[in-house]
């Protein structure tokens, strides 16, 4: 560049960036440049100077002069192409988004965009009416209408006058009005896109509205179209018309140009095509959805109803941050950028932060002064990982958002149809956060008017959160503050949590305003007083109490005492009073002192639920010994591993007789060495996770603490002994039970393993107070309310050992107020921690299942990965600190070591146990549960490390690599599955199956194995699980069964030109984008004479699924159709659905499902007869969790009871439209039998036989 072309560049730097001089050693990003002004200097560099300047280049440079270095001459020669007149022209990506859009979502106001004026002063309504018709004149934008051939959007131009109306408004309403006039639906196809109301106030006081749509204008357009405003109300109020110079170029030939890169990016161009499929291979891979903390769960469908709050950060905190900009050759928008990416992360949401912006289109010159959407979205994806320093992070953002805006002539809609992430009706593509800089408006004027900008409500939000902030500057240009705008979906968040998140962005802004070096995971969102809370107020749920040192022998001695005639453990017709226990277990223990057990000994109880376990159990403890249960039932290895790993002095098997021993109280002189409170008392398996189960010590003071605590919380009473004794939950039961005056009531296992004998047993002995898991719980529900048994006054009914689903049922059970139910949570290794009473009606619980708050002597401490805690609302860890904790794990410092780690919040030497549980504090101080932090999971009360079972599989032979998940395939009912990739061929499933049962407790056994050909792995080279694929659904490729799936798979395959298609291929994994939905539903509506709502192809995406919807039952051959279904080709995607269409439309009734009369209840197609037998058998499986069930087998040898043969019946009626009695289901109890009944026959009664595993 010359001397001539430097000064003319310094020129039209000071005069896009607004400053009275550039020098040549000023430098764009230090002179206050933004992206913004990026676009439009470069723009105007090119057709003004004749040079080409990216973006990147005014960054880049340190100074003007290297920036005129950077500048090569442009390609002028090359045409920008322009619209042909009075042709009909297609929409530009983002109009056809939003046309898309109004078709999904039905006429709304979410995409209008309002411009408020309030005008005070004498005003010419002539001259005002007749200038807005000027401005549509000039900008073409505003006189267009949309409509639809063959379902493909197009629009033209009409000469239409502007919609202007006068209306007289008081003051008080004026408010109203304007809501209610800002919410006016446009026909985009019947009517141009600007309305205009003149509301009078005064005879010199107005508010004029113009209310445009997004279709037709972008933020930047208002202030173009005030601008033309004020010049055209100038030159009407003189009497004459405006005498603008005429735009070099129009909207619709910007249109024509997008249409044309879009056609390149198909494929005319292979460098287009290429930069598109770079840039979405940099978005692969990204969340679909960022974790906040919301208030509400995420509605399936938005709504799109939005509030705004308001904030402002002062100006000493933006002059530090402008300096911040200035040192990293960054913008204050890139700044911002990266505060948010460090607030969502400090609120949960990863490590991977995809946010949106608006950046301006108008990349060529000669479309600055051009109203119309030009506007694109760009995703700016931030990584914060690593944990680096702000100063870092920007660096990150500065270059990630360089590389962005390089490629910003790709239309947002073409990126979304080439990543191809998972869509939804509930949120917003690739990104649901947008921040964005102020817009660059015009200030608001009118020639002889005082005009002033005027808020309208409401605010609709299309994003969870959108930032907006301007900057704010003095008159001598001094940094002046920031205002943030934060507009918020009210359908997630509250105003309030809106607002804190807010505070929490300046907060971080005035952090790193303060030390840009300081490392972002050092930040501090919380203030003061919410510190407090989190870490004090909420765990002060109850007055701390001393635990007496005292052991629990002291207890049981002491209660004995007090009650000797009570009686203390009851099993059918076998009673104990407390004395009897007392005196027995005083009996037993001195035999095991004899056999060498002592403090610090383990003794293993190894018998079958009785009377005489109990007091084995308490004999052990009065022994001075820790009791080590093991349930008869463990297959022989595990019994093994747990003998030799934990060494117990001595082994019951069965009742020892020991009434010739003394049965007096023992004196540590009695035994091997004094009992103190810190000796163990139990030893209890967990599952562990290198394979290796671990066992937890639980010291005696503990378990005294605990007792200590319920003593202030329940009345004693009659308490049921459900759990098995190798779940920690029972140490609560007999503990509590038999120190408190009340009494123990032992169900046999038969009673417990049957939940209809369960209530009845719960009625006969009436029996108080219980501790179940919670499908038990449920299954509880079920029984009491089906077979109407009067259960007892269930005064305390404690759920633990699983995350508590408030199911309707449960709800209804507990509306007598006679009935209260706890939620009770602890591991293994501090038993109970946090408690939760529900109220006592049903009706009045809330609507997500709380852990609670901690007990008192715990405290509960919600943290991030550098042990700090993390807002309300947001995910984070759950530690445990207290009197509670065990001493860890036996034969394992390093896990114990991992597990129970130093507590920063007490005194030194404290621990805390790290749970690995997720959870979230709710806003008024309680726990909710949502997860675990690795792959350990719970099922059916028992915690399962996911480890430990694929180390048993992979001991197989046949096995090369495996995976195991928990897989919820209704709500609250886990499985395991277990994905396997052999050495070589077939795996045999049932050997599988039967491996893992010879080493592994049953609970243990996985309910389904899927053989894969390799494992998915993410970009990490890492297993992918979230890409494993659930069992039991139908196999990806089925061929079209009916007429209407057949032309639905013709219908995808035509309009994305693919070979063929299956039932279950979906339209948005085979490519398809919402821009091209249209073309399916008028194909559709072409060819079978129905058109569905385009949301039904969001929430069904497939053949399959959409022929559900368009007639149900379509989904499965109907019968009589049998032949009619399989005539032609019985191939994917292109048969002949012309065929297809003429058998749909020969019945009235196809789509509706009704009579002529109206519309009838649906009805399941039973299965044709020959699949009946199979049918039934994948439900005998699923309803009984095992693998493979053959015709012949016997429902209740394998497992099966009375509560499941009613589901049973519920599922057949179900599948098969057709009521059977329970009674029908025991004289025909196989898959074979009941097909017969089905088919009207009869089926004789086989005799039971069990099938072997």
Known sequence: MGDSARRALRELLAEVLGVATVRGEDSFPGLGGDSLKAVRLAGRARAELGVTLSVRDL??????????????????????????????????????????????????????????????????????????????????????????????????VVDAGVAFQVERVAEEELEARLAALTTYGFDLAAEIPLRVWLLELGPDDHLLLLLTHRIAVDEASLGLLARDLDTAYAARSRGGAPDWAELPARFTDFAHRQSRFAAAAGCADPAVAARLKARAELLAGMPDELALPYDRPRPAVATHRGEEVGLRLDAQTHRRLAEVARAARSSMFMVVQAAVAVLLNRLGAGEDIPLGTRAEGRTDADLHDVVGPFANLLVLRTDVSGDPTFAELLGRVRETGLDAYADLDIPFGLLVGAVNPARSLARHPLFQVLVTAGTDRAPASLAGVDAQPHGTAPHPARHDLAFAFAERFGEDGAPGGIELTLTYRTDLFDRATARTVGERLLRVLAAVAADPTGKVGGIDVLDPAERHRLLVEWNRNSPPFEVPRRTLPDLLEAQAGRTPDLPAVQMGDTVLTYAQLNARANQLARYLVGHGVGPESVVALMMERSVDVIVALWATLKAGGAYLPVDPSYPADRIAFMQSDAAPVLTLTEPVDAGHLPATDLTDADRLAPLRPEHPVYVIYTSGSTGRPKAVVMPGASLVSLLTWYETTLTPGRMAQFSSLSFDTSAFEVLFATTSGGALVVPPEEVRRDVDLFARWLADHDVHDMNLPNLVLDALCESAERTGVRLPELRMIAQGGEALTLSPRLKAFFEPERRRLDNYYGPTETHLAIAHSFPARGADWPAEALLGRPIGNMRGYVLDGRLQPVPAGVVGELYLAGEQLSRGYLNRPSATAARFVANPFDGPGSRMYRTGDLVRWTGDGHLVFLGRVDHQVKIRGFRIELGEIETVLRSHPAVAQVAVLAVEDRPGAKRLVAYVVSESGPVDQAALRAHVAEALPDYMVPWAFVQLDRMPLNPNRKLDRGALPKPGRAAAGRAPRTPVERA????????????????????????????????????????????????????????????????????????????LADHGSADHGSADRGTAARVVAGSASAFSGGSPGGPARRRPVPPRPEMRTAVLGEIFSELLECGPVSGEDNFFALGGHSLLATRLANRIRDEFGVEVSLKSLFDSPTPEGIAALLDGGRAARPALRARPR
Do not use: K, M, W
């Open 59 to 156: 960054y880049d440079a340190p100074d003007v002069d290297a920036l005129a270095a950077l500048a090569v001459p442009a390609d002028t020669a090359a045409p920008r192409g322009t619209a042909p007149d009075g042709a009909r022209l297609p929409l530009t990506s983002a109009q056809q988004g939003l046309r898309f859009l109004e078709r999904l979502e039905g006429p709304g106001a979410s995409f209008n965009l309002p411009l408020a004026l309030r005008l005070r002063g004498p005003l010419d309504r002539e001259a005002l009416r007749a200038a807005v018709d000027d401005v549509a004149a000039r900008q073409e934008a505003l006189r267009t209408v949309q409509g639809e051939t063959g379902g493909v959007s197009g629009q033209r």
């Open 1048 to 1123: 639905l798979c013709g219908i995808f395959a035509q309009v994305l030109a693919v070979p063929e298609v299956g039932i279950d291929d979906s339209y948005f994994d085979l490519g398809g984008t919402s821009l091209r939905a249209g073309e399916v539903t008028a194909l559709i509506r072409a060819e079978l004479g129905a058109e569905p709502p385009l949301r039904v192809l969001f929430e069904r995406p497939t053949p399959a699924g959409l022929a559900e919807h368009l007639a149900p039952g379509a989904g499965h051959p109907a019968p009589g159709a049998a032949d």
